[in-house]
């Protein structure tokens, strides 16, 4: 009999997952019954959604960062395009709007949301004089209300951490800079970065170095500021810190599933409790976690998500074959960061390693260039649209690129000065 293996979520998590299970089992002549359920029939890159507000070339519109979610199912993984509404692990059931379905194996990569609603008064002025650019039609509406800015206060508020991609609104602010100098109105604009986090990243080193940037480009940082309420004019943060804006850009405060919570496998904010390295759920057997809905220390990422499903599906066969899951996830992340005038950083770190500057894929060559401004690094970011449809998405393995981080090529001396 077929061995029923369901994956939630349709997010490049759940995804790769599905289609690097089925490549998989095809080769081991597994007999596998996959099932992927999700509610997005249209699938965003959301990396798109930071160039949309500036109208980028190839960002200009949605049609230029959304694809059909079925086009990338592999052949021999079932779409089933239905909105989950329970997960019972104890019966090994999954409820849709549609039917119960049941399962040997559980994948579970449902994303997470942002919340305007949590934040006092950002609800009445979002749209109007508080925008976001992390879903895709708020970046487009915020494409307009750049446009349509004469200068003054721009904040960029960070409301709460975790947020997905931490680097975003630092991007953002570097790519503001960039936008209002070619409008001749950056001499009128004060541009403040303000985060609840104490610098720009979390980790000394990058942190040490995008505060530099952020300096040299003129733009302020206002650090340990959680946002508490928004009016017309004014944001509140907790420590009783008030700031005036003219345009305010806010990442609202994230949270996971409540499906998750719902079947006692969350950490109470809707992300699942998984174990760091094996990537299984601490609270239920046969279920992984994969992508932002885990609770795992790292960045809430793409590359992360794409990571996690390589040793997730590893760990899934392994147990399909009665062993035991690896140990192998080291929360391994890589990300360009856009910095503004066609240049960007690269950065690939784990739980263990911070972002360290040196060279990326290969000692010496590179040819991308660790925690350095480069031309390079950019136009890697922009190829980074193509190898997500043609190689991430279709499970496609990425040349040079492994599951767990490399030290080669980094300079450890880097740490020495921390
Ligand atoms: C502005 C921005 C820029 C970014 N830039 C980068 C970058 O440069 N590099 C990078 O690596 N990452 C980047 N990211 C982060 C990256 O996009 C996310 O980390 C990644 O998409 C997470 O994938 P996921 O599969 O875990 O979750 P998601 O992509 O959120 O997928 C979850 C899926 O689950 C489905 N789902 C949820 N609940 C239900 C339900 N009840 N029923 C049915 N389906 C459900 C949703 O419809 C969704 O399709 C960026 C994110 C943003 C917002």
């Not at 990338?72 to 059931?93: H, N, S």
Request: hydrophobic share 40%; with cysteine; proline share 5%.
């Amino acid at each position: 009999m077929d061995i029923n293996v369901i994956v939630l979520g349709d997010g490049i998590g759940g995804i790769v997952t599905a289609n690097l299970l089925r490549k998989k089992a095809q080769r081991d002549r597994l007999s596998l019954n996959i099932r992927l359920v999700g509610n997005s029939p249209v699938h965003t890159y959301q990396p798109g959604m930071l160039f949309l507000p500036f109208r980028k070339p190839g960002y200009r519109d949605l049609s230029d960062i959304q694809k059909a979610t079925q086009q990338f199912i592999a052949p021999g993984v079932e779409y089933v395009c239905e909105t989950i509404e329970a997960i019972d692990t104890d019966q090994r059931t999954v409820t849709t709007n549609e039917q119960t379905l049941r399962y040997d194996w559980l994948v579970v990569a449902l994303g997470c949301r942002t919340l305007v609603d949590s934040i006092d008064g950002l609800r009445e002025q979002w749209g109007k004089t508080a925008q976001g650019f992390y879903t895709p039609d708020s970046a487009m509406q915020l494409a307009v209300a750049l446009e349509n800015f004469e200068g003054g206060n721009l904040l960029i508020d960070v409301a709460e951490t975790p947020i997905k991609c931490p680097v975003a609104p630092v991007e953002f602010a570097f790519l503001a800079d960039e936008y209002l100098r070619k409008r001749g109105i950056r001499n009128k604009t004060r541009i403040t970065y303000v985060t609840p986090m104490g610098g720009a990243f979390t980790r000394p080193v990058c942190d040490r170095f995008l505060t530099y940037l952020l300096k040299e480009k003129d733009i302020y940082i206002t650090t340990d500021s959680y946002l508490s309420s928004v009016t017309d004019k004014t944001i509140s943060c907790a420590n009783g810190r008030d700031l005036e804006y003219d345009l305010l850009v806010v990442i609202p405060p994230h949270e996971g599933s409540d499906l998750i919570e719902d079947a006692g496998l969350g950490d109470g904010l809707g992300y699942g409790r998984t174990d760091k390295q094996t990537l299984k759920s601490v609270k239920a057997e046969r279920v992984f976690f994969v992508g932002d809905n885990s609770n795992v220390p790292t960045s809430k990422a793409g590359s992360v998500a794409h990571f996690q499903a390589e040793v997730v599906v590893h760990n899934l066969l392994l147990e399909i074959a009665g062993k035991d899951a690896e140990a192998y996830a080291d929360g391994h992340a890589n990300c360009f960061i856009e910095t503004g005038n066609s240049k960007a950083v690269l950065v690939d770190f784990n739980y263990d390693i911070q972002p360290l500057p040196g060279k990326f894929p290969l000692p010496v060559i590179g040819p991308m260039s660790l925690l350095t401004e480069t031309r390079l690094n950019h136009l890697g970011k922009l190829a980074f649209k193509h190898v997500y449809w043609n190689l991430l998405l279709p499970a496609r393995p990425i040349p040079l690129v492994g599951t767990r981080m490399k030290m080669t090529g980094k300079d450890r001396h880097a740490l020495d000065i921390t």
